[in-house]
């Protein structure tokens, strides 16, 4: 499966689960590690499942500090 195939297949998906938005197979990379990482993973795994060589940049697909709390939403005023 080429990643053009990959991209088409996640497209239909998202259309037939009706998901709006823009998406590709890399949208899911920063949820993935994150999961993995909240899970009790490891830094070092998840950079060897991301097949990336410097720690710094997996760094940046872990979004377990990125919490938005009910609270917060609650001041957006219309």
Known sequence: ???I???RMLRRRLSKAEVVGK???HSFRATGL???LEEGGTLEAA???AD???SRTTKLYDRRQQVVLREDV?????
């Open 47 to 49: 950079q060897n499942i």
């Open 52 to 54: 990336q060589a410097d």
């Open 34 to 36: 994150t999961r993995f």
């Open 74 to 78: 609650e001041r957006i005023r219309y």
């Open 5 to 7: 195939d990959a991209a």
């Open 1 to 3: 499966m080429t990643r």
């Open 23 to 25: 998406y590709c197979p």
